[in-house]
């Protein structure tokens, strides 16, 4: 145990540690004692060190001085670091095993299949040539992990999803439902989220698609984000929310939480499983029509992919203006597709579906993800940084089509090298814009 001199002695040390560097308010979130006892309780394969550590910030002590009483008589500042770092890696959630692949903020995605580490930069997956170890250890850090979310990982519930209290989103399966061995998938994310500006700079968003996006938000235009998984979906939604007035409230609906606006006036909620007994499930249906009581400005899904669908366009059709929704699609074409499927599941005839989304939708923009080497004229912020390779390559526009159907049809195309091209729904995308800036 250290003396009060001993402390004395190490001044620099705890200036360098002190809590208002080494926490973030999200941190300091994390730091009430019902937290701290549920994270120390699911540690039981740490160092010695590294338990007096978490002993003492389970008992209400805050993580400088933690490591401050643990540390052996003697520690030098390096060791201070490196303490501070483990164990911030383990109050986090996602270990000092995987901390380090984190650290480089170009990572958008870290996947651990049989024991081995993958990372994605943007631009495919790399093998790190690093290994957990045994299954046994796989499963556990999943199973802390899962912990740190707030979730339950075992054989009664062998996937999970949750997000991390850094913010970054697991997705983990036990064996034997992953065949291979327990796999660990997290979603990455910036340290600070992107801005318009910034995805404008990178050259994600071309200048002209910047400005169109930016009268889509003044004018509460209702808009569908598509694009595979890992196109930058979640990143180009939370930058166009924060452009919205900060006297609006915007209301955000997710399976997982993700979305981090730079907003003011932001309610996240988020879908529940049912619990081992069945009960207790609220879904994201729930969750809109809940959401629609709140006094919303805006109703956002974060990503729409099953029944909610009705719930939404419902919502989007009775006055709720500015929505804004995800989805899974391939270009803007194949979006009517998608939405007549969600549709079928929620019961809804085609006829129905195609009259909601005709009235209540009023643009597509779709994210693109360019997996191959980078195109040569990209920006120079990105050619410096190389990260994510992900664009806005298409906004449409609904157009009713035969016998009560759905069609998008493309307004602009965008080349991942910059070149813009004006497509047949261009006008008609131009005067939709027009007729709700004069609403």
Known sequence: ????????????????????????????????????????????????????????????????????TASRPGAGI????????????????????????LTDTAVTDLLVVGGKIWIDRGDGLHD?????????????????????CGRRLDDACPVVDGTLPNGMRLHAVLPPVSAGGTTISIRAFGAVPLSLDDMEKSGSVHPEVADLLRKLVHVRANVVISGATGSGKSTLLG??????????????IEEVSELRPQHPHVVSLQERRANIQGTGEVTLSDLVRAAMRMRPDRIVLGECRGPEVRDVLTALNTGHSG??????????EDVPARLSALGALAHMSMRAISAQVNAG??????????????????????????????WVSQIGVFRAGHEATMQCVPALEIRAHGQIYHREGWEELRTRIKNLTHM
């Open 1 to 68: 145990m250290k003396t009060r001199s001993d402390v004395q002695q190490h001044e620099g040390g705890v200036r360098r540690l002190n809590r208002a560097e080494s926490e973030t308010p999200a941190e300091t979130e994390q730091n009430t004692p019902s937290h701290k006892n549920r994270m120390y309780a699911q540690i039981s394969s740490y160092s010695e060190s590294q338990h007096e550590v978490l002993r003492a910030y389970a008992s209400g002590q805050s993580r400088t001085h933690a490591i401050l």
């Open 78 to 101: 390096a060791e201070y670091i490196s303490t501070e770092r483990e164990i911030r890696a383990l109050t986090e959630g996602v270990g000092p095993e995987l901390a380090p692949f």
């Open 128 to 148: 790190c040539n690093a290994e957990l170890g045994s299954e046994y250890a796989v499963r556990a850090l999943a199973v802390r992990m899962a912990a740190a």
């Open 239 to 252: 930058a166009l929310l924060s452009l919205v007035p900060h006297n609006q409230r915007i209301v955000c």
């Open 323 to 332: 929505g804004w929704v995800t989805l899974h699609a391939n270009a803007v």
């Open 361 to 390: 939708l009023d643009a597509v923009i779709h994210m693109q993800r360019h997996t191959g080497e980078s195109p040569k004229n990209l920006a120079s912020v990105r050619a410096q940084s190389p990260g994510p390779r992900r």
